[in-house]
């Protein structure tokens, strides 16, 4: 058994919590209600707007291939809603926690000016060290990599030879997903974090492939990713899919003058 040939990884649509958070993060704090910041995660609806970016990556996926031989999805009610309003033709949903949400623990759903006061030093290590810090009593990416992702991709090297997996979750576990089948360094995987370009926006679908897509040969490992997101075009009022080109990647290999150079690029912290 092996990997999936097509692996099609989508994260939701946009939710009601991504909407508090966003006007939040422009300093607009109305909608940190006292019955909304007692909402489960898992709780969490899609907004018309994400119910128009899935059927729209959703068109897009069933343009690309009519039917897949699984269809994996994140229990949260966002990602239910997701799957369900794609309407993937003859669908046959898995529910598997492995593909929940990151913990954000006990800073979910609170304001910023509550975190940087309540946890100041949790806050400061979250901006200088976004792969490994955990919120408080949370998960780091590089928990939600190391337990989460790995068991997912266990099971679909068990299960899934020559297959194609169809899967619905959440922005930070694709992170997560990138950085484990990508092997990327610390220090790519903080380039990615802070580009604009790899944002993993809502219904961005990552698909991860073992064919390679100028001459159909396959080979053993995941070597392949092309990234589809849906954009709204404001010239027609409508939501299209902008896809990027195929890009190959390989497991990183390091010599021991690699190694140096790397260390070199970091300056000491101690006069010593």
Same mark, same amino acid.
């Given at each position: 058994m %092996? &990997?999936? /040939?097509? /692996?099609?990884?989508? +994260?939701? %649509?946009?939710?009601?919590?991504?909407v508090i958070v966003q006007a939040g993060e422009q300093g607009d704090n109305s909608l940190y209600t006292q019955d909304n910041v007692t909402v489960p995660d898992r709780s969490w609806r899609l907004t018309a707007t994400g119910r128009k970016q899935a059927d729209c990556i959703g068109r897009w996926l069933v343009a690309q291939q009519q039917l897949f031989d699984r269809y994996l999805v994140s229990p949260y009610v966002r990602t239910r809603e997701t799957a369900a309003t794609m309407a993937l033709p003859k669908a046959r949903w898995e529910?598997? +926690? !492995?593909?929940?949400? +990151? @913990?954000? %623990?006990?800073?979910?759903?609170?304001?910023? #000016?509550? $975190?940087?006061?309540?946890? @100041?030093?949790?806050? &400061? $290590?979250?901006?200088?060290?976004?792969?490994?810090?955990?919120?408080? !009593?949370?998960? @780091?990416? !590089? #928990?939600?990599?190391?337990?989460?992702?790995?068991?997912m991709l266990t099971s679909l090297n068990r299960k899934s030879d020559a297959e194609s997996v169809v899967a619905v979750t959440h922005g930070d576990f694709m992170l997560a997903l990138m950085l484990t089948l990508e092997d990327l360094s610390d220090e790519e995987f903080l380039r990615r974090a802070d580009a604009p370009e790899w944002r993993i926006t809502n219904c961005t679908c990552l698909h991860y492939s073992r064919r390679d897509p100028n001459t159909g040969r396959t080979s053993k490992r995941v070597r392949w990713e092309q990234t589809a997101r849906p954009v709204y075009v404001e010239e027609t009022g409508r939501w299209e899919v902008k896809v990027e080109p195929w890009r190959e990647f390989q497991r990183p290999v390091m010599s021991n003058g690699d190694l140096v150079d790397v260390v070199h690029a970091v300056d000491p912290h101690l006069d010593l």
């Open positions: %092996g &990997m999936p /040939l097509d /692996l099609y990884v989508i +994260r939701h %649509g946009e939710s009601e919590a991504n529910e598997t +926690r !492995a593909l929940r949400e +990151r @913990s954000w %623990g006990e800073i979910n759903t609170i304001t910023k #000016d509550e $975190f940087k006061n309540n946890y @100041s030093r949790n806050w &400061m $290590f979250k901006a200088t060290d976004p792969l490994y810090w955990r919120p408080p !009593a949370g998960e @780091s990416i !590089a #928990d939600v990599s190391e337990n989460r992702v790995h068991n």
